[in-house]
Antibody, heavy 119, light 107 residues
Framework: QVQLVESGGGLVKPGGSLRLSCTASGFIFGDYYMSWVRQVPGKGLEWVSYISSTLTITRYYADSVKGRFTISRDNAMNSLYLQMDSLRAEDTAVYYC???????????WGQGTLVTVSS | EIVLTQSPDFQSVTPKEKVTITCRASQSIGSSLHWYQQKPDQSPKLLIKYASQSFSGVPSRFSGSGSGTYFTLTINSLEAEDAATYYC?????????FGQGTKLEIK
């Protein structure tokens, strides 16, 4: 079945870096746009970034992470990544990997990985 | 940025009741509005896409309607398993945005 599994979360100090990974299975990964969405525990959902599926890769970011986060993918490895630099306390959240269908709606979502930015 | 405002924020309901959650957009978004359900300690799941199209495998008691700036998610004959937080999301323009969520408690 279609599955997304995130990894790489953890505790990091402010100003530090972390790289999240998302491994996909059950579908042709390279055919789909992919995205990251985050959720502060107990709070709502915030879209972070998405990456296109085409040879000419396009990337979009929320203003809150632009210039600090980089989304990338490796279709041969069925993997999506999020490089997070210059992390701030307000980046603390569960980060979900999600397949972006039609470039508009998210399905499915992974189980999430928690990133905690604290000294 | 398009702001989505859901109401109510919280609702306590009894089984078999009919529930309607509304989502208002700060500007017209056509039908580019999608609904998700998030149960405690789980990731969100898609219920409705493009305002009114039910997603595969979603129980028929869930339905959506609306266009422009006003949308509704209706749950007919609520079941105990529907206890969750519901979110709307717009894809009319970047950044994608979500409503603040509506938490349903089953009495």
């Amino acid at each position: 079945q279609v599955q997304l599994v995130e990894s790489g979360g953890g505790l990091v100090k402010p100003g530090g870096s972390l790289r999240l990974s998302c491994t996909a299975s059950g579908f042709i990964f390279g055919d789909y746009y992919m995205s990251w969405v985050r959720q502060v525990p107990g709070k709502g959902l915030e879209w972070v970034s998405y990456i296109s599926s085409t040879l000419t890769i396009t990337r979009y970011y929320a203003d809150s992470v632009k210039g600090r986060f980089t989304i990338s993918r490796d279709n041969a490895m069925n993997s999506l990544y999020l490089q997070m630099d210059s992390l701030r306390a307000e980046d603390t959240a569960v980060y979900y990997c999600a397949r972006l269908r039609g470039g508009e709606w998210f399905d499915p979502w992974g189980q999430g990985t928690l990133v905690t930015v604290s000294s | 940025e398009i702001v989505l405002t859901q109401s109510p924020d919280f609702q306590s309901v009894t089984p078999k009741e009919k529930v309607t959650i509304t989502c208002r957009a700060s500007q017209s978004i056509g039908s580019s509005l999608h609904w998700y359900q998030q149960k405690p300690d789980q990731s969100p799941k898609l219920l409705i896409k493009y305002a009114s199209q039910s997603f595969s495998g979603v129980p028929s008691r869930f339905s959506g309607s609306g266009s422009g700036t006003y949308f509704t998610l209706t749950i007919n004959s609520l079941e105990a398993e529907d206890a969750a937080t519901y979110y709307c999301q717009q894809s009319s323009s970047l950044p994608f945005t979500f409503g603040q969520g509506t938490k349903l408690e089953i009495k």
